[in-house]
């Protein structure tokens, strides 16, 4: 083998080698952009409601049920 196909046989290896570390790049930026959303979406402080607040959404809610009860009860009379 002489010494220039020696380089070049070197020149495709490296070649190859950058396409390789390229492309593992590219995954890892791919991965990173689609992490970056969901980790600001994970650590988002829940709210505090009050216990007045609870007690209106619970009669609220009692008084939702109640309508959908008369009303199953009036229509299978």
Known sequence: ???LAAIRSERRKLEKQARQIQHRLKGLETAAKA???????EF?????VSAAARRKMSLAAKRRWKKIKKGA???TS
């Open 1 to 3: 083998m002489t010494l």
């Open 35 to 41: 992490l970056s959303g969901s980790a600001e979406r």
């Open 44 to 48: 988002k402080k829940a709210t505090k």
């Open 73 to 75: 009860a009036v229509a």
